[in-house]
């Protein structure tokens, strides 16, 4: 996979992102909203809202765009977590696609350049989503009038 126009702020459990000029902080602004598959394109879209906090008047939330989709994964939820911990992003890590090895033995301290690897995204509710895609791009959502 290739992040176009950001980067993870830590290669392992981060919760910031860092590009379009911005640290966005999906652990504690961001509100997780949605997350869709678009098969007349191969592409899955995970959308993030801010309601405050955010360090741009300029955008109210951003999507991760995956393009040549490749394979996505969702775990199920503890239950007895409320909802609302579905929406709090705890981590989000690099990993190395083998899914041979234990989920937490799959994340590295450091990525050559050209290493291979997928996007894993966790929750509070300890729902997790890993995603394979050739490309992922960020997308800030501007306020609309």
């Known amino acids: 996979m290739k992040l176009l126009n950001f980067d993870l702020s ?10 379009l000029g911005f640290v966005w902080d999906l652990h504690n602004v961001g509100d997780f909203t949605s997350i869709a598959i678009n098969p007349n394109d191969n592409a899955a879209v995970m959308c993030w809202a801010f309601a405050s906090g955010h360090p741009s008047s300029k955008y109210s939330g951003c999507n ?33 696609p083998d899914r041979t090895e234990i989920l937490e033995y799959r994340t590295r301290a450091q990525w050559g350049e050209n290493d291979p ?16 895609a050739e490309v992922v791009e960020l997308v800030g959502i501007e306020h609309t009038a």
């Open 117 to 132: 690897f997928q996007l894993l995204f966790r929750f509070q509710s300890q729902r997790w989503i890993e995603i394979d």
């Open 64 to 96: 991760l765009v995956f393009r040549g989709l490749k394979e996505m994964i969702v775990s199920p939820r503890d239950a007895d977590r409320p909802l609302s911990e579905d929406t709090c992003v705890s981590g989000i890590s690099e990993i190395v």
């Open 10 to 19: 830590q290669p392992s459990f981060a919760i910031e992102l860092i590009g």
